[in-house]
């Protein structure tokens, strides 16, 4: 008779080890390629994180800490509406003989001809005859696009611009797409008063702005490498505030409240 095996007496404890009491365990081999993977994600984002970091001090080290007029005169100057600094330095670009006339875009609807020139009484006659006001555009695409419209009404070739200077950047990526031609934009950015981009980690407001301006800039950049006409942007219309940005599709009519 065959005797049988001798009873384990682990098993009497409730702890003995068999073979088969981790069906599902792994083998080290696959483990080993599961915290490589999750140790290349982590390394991914973590270069990916530290590369914007790098780009955003670049941005902010290329913005302007001092205003200084064009280097040369232009056909048109052109001043986004965002800051009453902005109209007021592109009036007095206009008045220096920078330009032979101005475009104002952006304009709030409330916003009149006669607001403008109260806010500049000494340049009243000079708002009345070379001032256009541009209601449509509702962003920095409007803004690309109403320019170029107005550029060809009056067969004007080159154009100084008038924007902050945090918004200079984003700005003449998007006139450059419009325009076809960055040789023709004279930049003039506006030192704004209270953000000083020397110090910007010191000021959570001026951080905030800096950064988002930074992310809308690299959108734009990415935006722009693949839109032939920014007319057709589909994009425009998704980030319109207000009115519809389709409204910048419109035929131009160049126009101004009394």
């Known amino acids: 008779m065959q005797r049988a095996p001798a009873p384990d007496p682990t098993d009497a404890l409730g702890w003995a080890w068999h073979e088969w009491a981790h069906p599902h365990r792994a083998p080290a081999a696959d ?17 990916a994180a530290l590369a914007l970091f790098a780009g955003f001090l670049v941005f902010v ?22 800051g009453a600094q902005r109209i007021g330095d592109a009036i007095d670009l ?8 101005l475009l104002i875009t952006g304009v709030n609807e409330r916003t009149s001809r006669d607001e403008i020139a109260r806010l500049n009484p000494t340049q009243r006659a000079l708002i009345d005859c070379c001032v256009d006001l541009d209601y449509r555009a509702r962003n920095t695409i409007g803004n690309a ?8 009404a009056h067969r004007f070739n080159t154009v100084a611009v008038v924007t902050s200077n945090y918004h200079m950047p984003r700005t003449l990526i998007e006139l450059d797409h419009a325009l076809q031609d960055s040789d023709r934009i004279l930049p003039h950015p506006v030192v704004t008063e209270g953000l000083d981009a020397d110090r910007w980690w010191q000021s959570p407001p001026a951080a905030k702005l800096l950064a988002s301006e930074y992310v809308k800039f690299l959108a734009s950049w990415v935006r722009t490498r693949f839109e032939d006409d920014p007319e057709r942007s589909r994009a425009a219309i998704l980030i319109g505030r207000g009115k519809p940005v389709k409204m910048v599709a419109e035929p131009l009519m160049l126009r101004g409240i009394d």
């Not at 483990?31 to 982590?42: D, I, K, Y």
């Not at 001092?66 to 232009?74: C, F, G, K, L």
């Not at 696009?145 to 060809?152: D, K, Q, S, Y």
């Open 31 to 47: 483990r080993s390629r599961g915290h490589f993977a999750l140790w290349a994600c982590g390394l991914g984002a973590g270069l």
């Open 94 to 101: 206009l008045a220096g003989g920078y330009g032979r006339r």
């Open 61 to 82: 080290s290329t913005l302007a800490r001092h205003e200084r007029s064009p280097a040369d005169r232009a056909d048109g100057i052109v001043a986004l509406t965002g």
């Open 145 to 152: 696009i109403e320019t170029r419209r107005w550029m060809r």
